[in-house]
Nanobody, 124 residues
């Protein structure tokens, strides 16, 4: 069983930066892709970014391209999300996820394991 624990959230002003981390335990970390999703208040959980098993390939939602960077350190079983130029509408709970499938990588159903979520609040 894979366990994922997020950290690094908090309160930041619009235009600021935060770095989220997600530490994995159990399973073989470099055998599954990792992703970040965001759930804004009153909305469904939505795809933010994904990184391949090796870390070479990355994918982003259109709204965060150029501002967010996903990366992973397979030696430390950790995935990161560097978020720059944050906007108030990006407030929400950020979840990391792990999965073996890749075709519909923007969909929650592609992922087998989820973290508990980490609150990010961007003030205007």
């Amino acid at each position: 069983q894979v366990q994922l624990v997020e950290s690094g959230g908090g309160l930041v002003q619009a235009g600021g930066s935060l770095r989220l981390s997600c530490a994995a335990s159990g399973g073989t970390f470099n055998s599954y892709a990792m992703a970040w999703f965001r759930q804004a208040p009153g909305k469904e959980r939505a795809f933010v970014a994904r990184v391949s098993t090796s870390g070479v390939a990355t994918y982003y939602s259109d709204s965060v391209k150029g501002r967010f960077t996903i990366s992973r350190d397979n030696a430390k079983n950790t995935v990161f999300l560097q978020m720059n130029s944050l906007k108030p509408e990006e407030t929400g709970v950020y979840y990391c996820a792990a999965g073996y499938r890749s075709i519909k990588y923007r969909e929650m159903g592609e992922y087998d394991y989820w973290g508990q979520g980490n609150q990010v609040t961007v003030s205007s």
